[in-house]
């Protein structure tokens, strides 16, 4: 069974920092493009970043400048870091792996911005 566990939510106020962390195994990660994705209270889920196994990344405007991911393929693991936190940004964060055909999630991290 393909485990992605993520790590790192919390409570910050605004204008605060945090990272989230995502492992995986290794056999799924070195395979995969990796992203972090978001789901808000009573909308879609929608794409926050992805980074590819070559380490090309994408953002979604909303958080352009103030979110970046990484990968650590000695670790196996995927960091969100989040700067610059606002009350917009509160959501459940999931990690995605995305190993063609397959797609593969993690069970959430959730992340509360207070104003």
């Known amino acids: 069974q393909v485990q992605l566990v993520e790590s790192g939510g919390g409570l910050v106020q605004a204008g605060g920092s945090l990272r989230l962390s995502c492992a995986t195994s290794?056999?799924?990660?070195?395979?995969?493009?990796m992203g972090w994705y978001r789901q808000a209270p009573g909308k879609q889920r929608e794409l926050v970043a992805t980074?590819?196994?070559?380490?090309?990344?994408n953002y979604a405007d909303s958080v352009k400048g103030r979110f970046i991911i990484s990968r650590d393929n000695a670790k196996n693991t995927v960091y969100l870091q989040m700067n610059s936190l606002k009350p917009e940004d509160t959501a459940v964060y999931y990690c995605?792996?995305?190993?063609?055909?397959?797609?593969?999630w993690g069970q959430g991290t959730q992340v509360t911005v207070s104003s």
């Open positions: 980074i590819t196994r070559g380490g090309n990344t």
């Open positions: 995605n792996a995305d190993k063609y055909p397959y797609i593969y």
């Open positions: 290794g056999s799924i990660f070195s395979n995969s493009a």
